[in-house]
């Protein structure tokens, strides 16, 4: 029995110095999670803290707007673009009952139960949370294009309703077309020099989509 026990105190000595704070060796430690807290400077060390130089009543996005707000209750950082104002400003409403756009739509298959109908596929598709989260953007950034080239836009809009789903897929092509003509023509902008095929792209490209979306689901409303 005197060697079975040699070789167990041998063992728990063993197993006590590997896990050691001398051994070299540590125990397992827990995971901890990284820290998420946020920096003005980035948490670079070679920026400045802004905690240090920055009044705390300007300090940070939320804070700044709010002093913005009482020097300036009419300011560009939280003005918001005037929707009804404009709408009523511009006639659109008595525009799109002039042209008869929603009659137009009608004869195009989107009456107003397939407008019901389409709702709950918006919401499945997320698009109704996107807008929703997106309402600034939204009100400042579309909007006003939206609104104030619509006197432009919804003759031609009318225009296409009454050819059907082919004038937007011809829109489309066209669009597209006209990007492709930049490219390869290697047109630049007037004054800077830039690609016109890059950087109109940007908006041509994603036009071109919406319009052959648009023509699509004309095209599946009347099926």
């Known amino acids: 029995m005197a060697p079975l026990s040699s070789l167990l105190t041998v063992a728990l000595v063993t197993g006590a110095t590997a896990f050691s704070a001398n051994s070299g060796v540590t125990a397992p430690t827990t995971a901890t999670r990284p820290s998420t807290k946020l920096y003005e400077n980035f948490g670079f060390d070679f920026a400045e803290d802004q905690v240090e130089n920055t009044p705390q009543l300007i300090l940070g996005e939320a804070n700044y707007k709010k002093w913005v707000n009482t020097v300036d209750p009419d300011n560009m950082l939280n ?11 511009l006639g659109l409403l008595e525009k799109t009952a002039e042209l008869g756009l929603l009659s137009k739509l009608e004869k195009n298959g989107l009456t107003l139960q397939k407008a019901e109908e389409l709702l709950p596929l918006l919401e499945d598709a997320g698009i109704l949370g996107i807008v929703a989260n997106n309402q ?31 004038a937007f897929y011809g829109a489309a092509a066209g669009v597209a077309g006209l990007d492709a003509y930049l490219f390869a023509s290697g047109a630049e902008l007037p004054f800077v020099g830039l690609s016109a095929g890059t950087f109109l792209g940007v908006i041509l490209i994603p036009l071109s989509v919406v319009l052959a979306v648009v023509g699509a689901a004309l095209g599946s409303l009347k099926n």
């Open 79 to 89: 003005r918001q673009y005037p929707v009804l104002s404009r709408v009523r400003e």
């Open 136 to 166: 600034q953007l939204i009100i400042n950034g579309v909007a006003p294009l939206a609104i104030e080239g619509a006197p432009f836009l919804l003759p031609l809009v009318a225009g296409a309703l009454d050819i059907g789903p082919v």
